[in-house]
């Protein structure tokens, strides 16, 4: 794992403040895995559109398709984490709690290949059946984006973003209430890492492997 860009008091977040920005990696980042953990610290800052896509990977921008999002959904007016939402429906991590504005929420998902279990500030919140067996990733153009799920184009969200990470294991219980109190856990597993722990510029780096994401439109860092 690589280290830390910063070592200073501050904390950075990504921000996506408008309708236009987004953060994107083209990479196929989950293609293949049979186990899957996604999350990482998101604030909701206003209304953006029906469904807020804080994080989203998929080979279009529906929702209902995609392989993994976080998110909020301002139809229910919850907080959302959903991976196999083309099998599963992106109903099945809907966590029942409401977003406050301007407050930050550790948010995660985590599948073992047969369940998917949600998180909400490191409490389970609502598991699932997920069959690896039935259910497998996109092989091929299915782009990660943050902000929005299909450049800025549609399920666009007002939030910031940091410390967002993808393991291809299913992190425990113990593992996830861990990282929401922001104590370390093991790097096993951990295939991308936007710490977003950066000042300035227009490259989001993955800490963790290849798979930077490029700022567009008005996408920056913030310090918070």
Not at 2 to 27: E, V
Not at 45 to 59: K, R, V
Not at 173 to 200: F, M, T
């Amino acid at each position: 794992m690589k280290k830390a860009l910063l070592k200073t008091g501050k904390k950075y977040a990504a921000r996506f403040a408008s309708g236009s920005d987004y953060a994107k990696s083209t990479d196929n980042i989950a293609s293949g895995l049979t186990s899957l953990t996604i999350g990482g610290f998101v604030t909701r800052e206003g209304d953006g559109s029906t469904y807020e896509m804080a994080l989203h990977s998929a080979t279009n921008g529906n929702v209902g398709q995609s392989d993994f999002f976080i998110g909020f959904v301002t139809v229910t007016n919850e907080i959302v984490s959903t991976i196999g939402a083309k099998l599963a429906s992106w109903t099945a991590g809907k966590t029942g709690v409401i977003p406050t504005l301007d407050q930050e929420y550790h948010i995660a998902a985590s599948w073992d290949g047969s369940d998917v279990r949600v998180f909400v500030d490191g409490v389970f919140k609502v598991t699932y059946a997920l069959s690896s067996g039935s259910f497998s990733f996109y092989t091929s153009g299915s782009p990660t984006r943050m902000g929005s799920s299909n450049d800025g184009v549609t399920y666009w969200a007002k939030c910031m973003n940091r410390d967002m990470r993808i393991y291809d294991r299913a992190l425990s219980d113990d593992e996830v209430a861990q990282w929401a109190k922001e104590v370390s856990i093991s790097d096993g597993g951990l295939i991308a890492h936007w710490d977003a722990n950066q000042p300035s510029g227009t490259t989001l780096i993955d800490l963790a492997g290849n798979h930077n994401m490029t700022f567009y439109n008005s996408a920056s860092f913030v310090t918070i």
